[in-house]
């Protein structure tokens, strides 16, 4: 699979809750693959930004699975952890406002307001459970990610908030949306 692959707003599928995996089958492991192989596409097309995670409904496949960055700062490493019906077990820490982008979401960035910490359940590539903490951009990674699976985009949780929107200029840098011309009245972004 290829970053063509990846699907975008407006599709409903991006606002629809992804099913549980029963079992992880060889065609689960084959979404895996495929999630992995469309983020790094999409990584090599984009000079200022690291794909850092995917879920699942992003290639159009319904199914609650994410998959992260082993090394979220680092462009040339390539490998990732899968997380099979991933869950927040528990949220702790402040609540931090910072910036995200989402490969379904193009040219928007948006300051979100995250949990600090998650602990986070799910299960690996041979269906046995694991948990896992994250701090900091990791925790707001698995926040993001997990929306992703029911059914929520990054701008759902902002769509009130005119100073909340941004987009990443020719050098990188993010400046702020025109909220009224580029985001409310944006029927791409909304259903
Ligand atoms: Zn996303």
């Known amino acids: 699979m290829t970053k063509d692959d990846i699907i975008a707003l407006p599709n409903p599928h991006l606002r629809q809750k992804s099913r549980r995996v029963g079992v992880v089958t060889d065609e689960i492991k084959a979404v895996v693959q495929d999630m992995i192989d ?25 199914f609650k699975i994410v998959v992260v960055r082993n090394n979220h700062e680092d462009k040339n490493d390539l490998t990732f952890t899968a ?10 820490g402040e609540v931090i406002e910072d910036f995200e982008g989402c490969l379904s979401v193009p040219d928007v960035y948006g300051k979100v307001a995250r949990h600090g910490k998650v602990r986070v359940k799910a299960l690996n590539l041979e269906g046995k459970p694991f948990r896992v903490t ?7 990674i698995f926040q993001h990610e997990i929306d ?19 987009k990443i200029n020719d050098e990188g840098k993010l400046e702020p949306l ?5 985001v409310r009245d944006n029927s791409i972004l909304w259903q």
């Open 38 to 62: 469309a983020t790094i596409d999409w990584d090599r097309s984009r000079p200022h930004e690291v794909g850092v995670a995917l879920a699942a409904v992003q290639i159009d496949k319904m």
């Open 83 to 92: 997380f099979i019906n991933p869950e927040i077990v528990k949220r702790e």
């Open 134 to 140: 994250a701090e900091g951009f990791l925790a707001r």
């Open 148 to 166: 992703h699976c029911n059914g929520i985009v990054f701008i759902d949780h902002i769509k009130d908030q005119p100073e909340a929107f941004f």
């Open 178 to 182: 025109d909220y009224d011309s580029a």
